[in-house]
């Protein structure tokens, strides 16, 4: 069993930046591929960004792409994301997601099993 841990989140300016924190525990997250998503009010849940297992290929999502960087230290179990530039149409809440099973891709948003309990972010104009 994993848990997932998020922190970083706020209330910012448009033009601002936010750097999301993911700590897992229980469990190493080494071998997993993570990745964050966002749901604002009224909205589905969606994929922002995801990363393999090895940090070496990501994801991100066209809304975000270019303003967005998702990382990981493995070492310390941890997955990052960085946003800058951000934008109204950014505000949501933010949860950091593993996969069940490892050595994926993260691009996938079905096979992803393990959650936290998110992390708001507010972004005014």
């Known amino acids: 069993q994993v848990q997932l841990v998020e922190s970083g989140g706020g209330l910012v300016q448009a033009g601002d930046s936010l750097r999301l924190f993911c700590v897992a525990s229980?469990?190493?997250?080494?071998?997993?591929?993570m990745g964050w998503f966002r749901q604002a009010p009224g909205k589905e849940r969606e994929l922002v960004a995801a990363?393999?297992?090895?940090?070496?290929?990501?994801y991100y999502a066209d809304s975000v792409k270019g303003r967005f960087t998702i990382s990981r230290d493995n070492a310390k179990n941890t997955v990052y994301l960085q946003m800058n530039s951000l934008k109204p149409e950014d505000t949501a809440d933010y949860y950091c997601?593993?996969?069940?099973?490892?050595?994926?891709?993260?691009?996938?948003?079905?096979?992803?099993?393990?959650w936290g309990q998110g992390t708001q972010v507010t972004v005014s104009s």
């Open positions: 990363i393999n297992w090895s940090g070496t290929s990501s």
């Open positions: 229980g469990r190493t997250i080494s071998i997993c591929a």
């Open positions: 997601a593993s996969e069940r099973a490892p050595y994926g891709m993260g691009r996938r948003p079905d096979l992803y099993g393990y």
